[in-house]
């Protein structure tokens, strides 16, 4: 069983998982579209795609087209979102899955009432360190897990100016202030990806920037946003609770390991930084860092990957680490690239699975809220200064 797909946005990141579905033997024809015309018949060209459509509209009024993967900016997803459901095609769509609570809580209801599938394509579901926290506290290894961290460090000198001026046209550093806790799915979702549990309340602290180049200049930017920088803590139901940081002004090396956490327990402790990671326990210390690094399965300078800017390659690269399981995947997948710490393989086959089977994917409706309304509860609370507010919360995914 097969079914046809539609890209929308053929933009530096959409190309490497066009590869993927095109690859996947669960997966038909695949098709494009994007703002820029040539942007979509150059990567259909370059990849042998099936074909282009004129606009996003042209591609969901056809028949040709079963389902959509949306990679488009960040802050467009949740209508895109909305409009594939609406007419009748299932959804990938990239992070996050929206910016306002309404738009999450519209998403919900609709794939509730058409029975569609909708996923979002969070890279640290499958991030080594949480694979390897979650295979931990399922089998109780932390014993009672009380405290995580979770943080997207990212420098914007590190290929994020680039991206956003490739991305964003003449008007670029309005888009390129987009606010870190409206970002939040890659250091929200690899700590809840692991704990089984959600968060009820936040406190957050925003840094305003400083660099005075326009970017984060409340003035300019299109979000009224001039924090570069913030932090987050989080109670959790159940009890304990989490801290992410979103930074983009940092003096770290985000090309070798951008996302990181940290897991702490009654039992035992995880804890992974640029280039370790350790299990501890009350017994000792363990260098798990081989179980959880990538091997690359394609060079940075392939020509693939000569529109990217060259910090941002190793995002596109990585392989698989030793926690993974690959025996799931098709093995059309052994020799292509993968990406974001061996992620890219699972999320496309999650989603292509889901639709075949008519099953829930990992990152449905309900658990991508669950990563994304954390940080717009929480941005909301840093431009108050910190103050401490509820995070509403749509449930568990109903069974099928």
Request: aromatic residues 10%; hydrophobic residues 40%.
């Amino acid at each position: 069983m097969t079914f046809t797909l539609g890209i929308v946005g053929a933009g530096q990141f959409s190309g490497q998982f066009a590869t993927l579905f095109q690859a996947h033997p669960g997966v038909g024809d695949v098709y494009v579209t994007d703002l820029l015309p040539e942007r979509a018949e150059r990567l259909a060209a370059n990849q042998g795609l099936a074909g282009t459509f004129s606009s996003y509209q042209a591609m969901l009024e056809s028949e040709a087209v079963d389902a959509v993967a949306i990679f488009t900016q960040r802050w467009t997803h949740g209508p895109l979102v909305l409009q594939g459901l609406n007419a009748g095609k299932h959804v990938y769509s990239a992070v996050p899955m929206a910016i306002t609570t309404e738009e999450i809580a519209a998403i919900i209801n609709t794939v509730r009432a058409t029975g569609l599938t909708y996923m979002m394509g969070e890279t640290s579901q499958y991030n080594p360190a949480t694979v390897h926290a979650r295979n931990q506290i399922a089998e109780g290894a932390f014993g009672r897990l009380f405290y995580a961290e979770g943080d997207y460090v990212h420098d914007m000198d590190l290929g994020f100016y680039d991206a956003y001026q490739y991305s964003g046209g003449e008007n670029w550093k309005a888009t390129a202030s987009y606010p870190p806790l409206l970002y939040p799915t890659h250091s929200v979702g690899g700590v809840l990806g692991a704990w089984q549990t959600h968060a009820v309340s936040v406190s957050a602290i925003g840094v305003v920037d400083e660099r005075g180049d326009g970017v984060f200049d409340k003035d300019v930017s299109q979000f009224g946003n001039d924090f570069s920088n913030a932090s987050a803590l989080f109670e959790v139901a159940g009890g304990g609770s989490f801290r992410t940081n979103e930074f983009r002004r940092v003096g770290y090396p985000s090309h070798i390991r951008e996302s990181r956490f940290r897991f702490f327990g009654t039992e035992a402790s995880m804890e992974q930084l640029a280039t370790v990671a350790l299990w501890q326990d009350k017994k000792g210390v363990k260098d798990i860092s081989e179980l959880l690094e990538p091997k690359p399965t394609m060079s940075p300078s392939d020509p693939s990957l000569q529109h990217i800017a060259p910090e941002l390659r190793a995002a596109f690269t990585s392989g698989s680490a030793p926690v993974h399981d690959r025996a799931r995947l098709p093995r059309e997948f052994d020799e292509l690239h993968n990406g974001h710490e061996g992620s890219h393989h699972f999320l496309v086959d999650d989603f292509v699975t889901a639709v075949n089977t008519r099953t829930l994917p990992s990152v449905n409706a309900w658990v991508a809220a669950r990563y994304t309304l954390p940080g717009i509860v929480a941005h909301d609370s840093a431009r108050q200064g910190g103050a401490r507010l509820e995070i509403p919360d749509f449930g568990d995914a109903p069974e099928l």
